[in-house]
Each structure stands twice: as structure tokens, then as C-alpha cells.
């Protein structure tokens, strides 16, 4: 079963989503950093949503710097804990939080 989260973004299992093991999507948000789909408490969304929505728009800026021509199209950070992936598009941002060790 497909769910639907807006027109930009649909999204199935992890599988379908070409996701591999130990990869749980997590949040799905817009630009201005305000969740629309989440699988975390809501207290945990707001704080990535707001924090990661400043730092997606640094990472952007830096690469437009960089080459005006050019855009950010995908953000990996893996800590000790965790491994945050983002893929940005131009009205949503796919923010999937994984157990790197899994």
C-alpha cells in the first residue's frame, strides 16, 4: 500500500523505496521546516525538522557559492549514533534517520 504525504512525494515499504536493511524513512517535511509525515514522537520531529531545515539551507548556499550553476541534491551525516540522509527537492525535504551499525 502506497500512502501519499502531498503531489510532490509517495512513498511505500522501506523495500519499495529502495531502501536496504536497518534504513526507516522518518520524517518528510517542507521547506520551512514543518513536518508532514513522521514515524518518531513529535517533539523528536520538530527539533530535526527545525535544525535540519537550517542546515540544508546552509549545505545549499555554500554549494551555490561554490558554483552558482550547481545545486544540492543529496546530504549524508553519519555520527556515532545515527546516519541522517536528505534528499532535498525544491518544495519538500526526505529526511530518513538510520542506526548505522544495524
Known sequence: MVGEAGPEFRWGSPQAQGLGKGETPRRL???????????????TTIQYAGLMHSFIM??????RDIDPQ???????????????MVAP???YFLIVIQNPTE
Open 89 to 91: 527537492d525544491k518544495d
Open 70 to 84: 550547481n545545486d544540492l541534491t543529496f546530504l549524508r551525516i553519519r555520527s556515532k549514533k545515527n546516519e541522517i
Open 29 to 43: 517535511g517542507s521547506q520551512p521546516g514543518i513536518p508532514i509525515k513522521s514515524t518518531i514522537d513529535n517533539s
Open 58 to 63: 546552509k549545505a545549499r548556499s555554500t554549494v
